[in-house]
């Protein structure tokens, strides 16, 4: 048996035991000014109040049920594209780039969107072979990239005969000066391989078109929990 196929039943066995762990329970995600949101389990709930024992140290915190999150079961944990989730909440989609954030993945789907966090740190995700594996590949073909976008960008116009625009938005420092560059890197690699197979400028297969990109800062994200949430 290859060793692919056995990780692959290492982790389908370690989804079915936390599966199982987890319908035991109802499972939610509290907000907690430190930390964002933290886990726990509802053990009683009664007059819109719910008494929820903290998974981490198994203290109990009394809160109003709406600010209560239902948490996803854990074969969602990781999910390319956050539209995947069953639960499409806050917490959710932070613990889910959280999670894939501490395993390397900056990039993650947000339906037609991509999530980008700034790593503050050089990964090796920009070479030359991996602008080669996105190249003329669908966007579920290969995990989340600023480099998908590009293509589809490129792709878009080449079938469209349109100019195409990328809106890169986030608050200052979020990495939208970084991203543009990756966004460039990846055009400038493939139209210059494309040019080169050209005979002549007049079959270059995007004459007239552009791709705009547009920037935009915005304020950070809402993150810390409300005060009035904690008993
Ligand atoms: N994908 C990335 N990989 C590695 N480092 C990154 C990445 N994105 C951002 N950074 C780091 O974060 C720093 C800030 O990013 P960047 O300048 O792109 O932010 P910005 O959103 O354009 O900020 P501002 O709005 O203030 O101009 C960069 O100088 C770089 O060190």
Do not use: C
């Not at 726990?40 to 719910?50: D, H, I, Q, S, Y």
């Not at 100019?163 to 139209?191: C, D, F, P, R, W």
């Amino acid at each position: 048996m290859s060793t692919p196929r056995m990780s692959q039943n290492a982790e389908a066995a370690r989804v079915a035991a936390l599966q199982a762990e987890f319908n035991e329970k109802k499972w939610v995600w509290v907000p907690d000014e430190r930390d964002g949101y933290l886990a726990g389990w509802v053990a009683k709930e009664e007059n819109e109040v719910g008494e929820v024992v903290m998974a981490a140290g198994g203290d109990i915190r009394r809160l109003p049920l709406y600010a209560l999150s239902k948490m996803n079961p854990p074969k969602f944990d990781r999910v390319e594209d956050i539209a995947d989730l069953t639960f499409l909440n806050e917490a959710s989609v932070v613990h889910n780039l959280r999670l894939r954030y501490g395993s390397g993945a900056i990039y993650t789907y947000s339906g037609l969107f991509l999530v980008a966090i700034n790593p503050y740190q050089s990964l090796p995700l920009y070479s030359d072979s991996i602008i080669q594996q996105y190249r003329s590949r669908r966007r579920d073909e290969n995990p989340p990239h600023i480099f998908a976008i590009a293509e589809r960008a490129w792709v878009n116009m080449g079938e469209e005969r349109e100019n195409q625009s990328i809106l890169i938005t986030g608050e200052s420092g979020a990495g939208k000066t970084e991203s543009t560059k990756k966004v460039i890197q990846y055009l400038a690699a493939i139209a210059a391989d494309a040019h080169s197979h050209t005979p002549s400028p007049s079959h270059f297969p995007h004459p007239v078109a552009f791709i705009i990109i547009f920037f935009r800062r915005h304020h950070a994200i809402y993150w810390p929990a409300r005060k009035e949430f904690h008993s």
